[in-house]
C-alpha cells in the first residue's frame, strides 16, 4: 500500500483494521424507566488496568428517551469478555433484550 493511500485511510477512518469495528458492546437496562442502553467500548483506547492488573473501563449511560444517567464500571478478562460491572441503578442486559425493545419502540427520528 502506498504512503498516499495509508494516509487517506487514516484521515478517512479506514486505519489498520480494514474498516471493521472492533468495539465491545455492553448493554445496560436502567432500573428507573426500563430503558436498555447500548454501550461501545474500544477494547484499545478505552480499557484500562487497575495496579492489579485488572481490565476495566468507566462508561456513562444515559437512555435515549428517558435521559436516565448510570455511571458503569465494566471489568474484562483478557479475551475482551465482561467479567463483572459495578452500577448503581442499572443492571447488564443482553443484545436480544435490546433488539426486542429497539423493535418494539423504535426511535422516533
Known amino acids: ?8 485511510n487514516l484521515l478517512t477512518g479506514g486505519g489498520a483494521s480494514g474498516g471493521q469495528d ?3 458492546y455492553v448493554y445496560v437496562k436502567l432500573r ?3 430503558e436498555i442502553v447500548r ?14 492488573g485488572q ?7 444515559m437512555g435515549q428517551r428517558s435521559f436516565d444517567r448510570v455511571e458503569a464500571t465494566i471489568y474484562f ?3 475482551n469478555r465482561v467479567t463483572n ?19 418494539t419502540n423504535p426511535a422516533k427520528p
Open 85 to 103: 460491572a459495578e452500577m448503581s441503578g442499572a443492571e447488564l442486559s443482553t443484545r436480544e433484550a435490546y433488539e426486542a425493545q429497539k423493535a
Open 22 to 24: 472492533r468495539g465491545i
Open 1 to 8: 500500500m502506498g504512503i498516499f493511500k495509508k494516509i487517506a
Open 77 to 79: 478478562d483478557n479475551n
Open 39 to 52: 454501550l461501545r467500548v474500544d477494547p484499545i483506547n478505552d480499557v484500562s488496568a487497575d495496579d492489579e
Open 55 to 61: 481490565r476495566f473501563t468507566r462508561k456513562l449511560a
Open 32 to 34: 428507573r424507566s426500563g
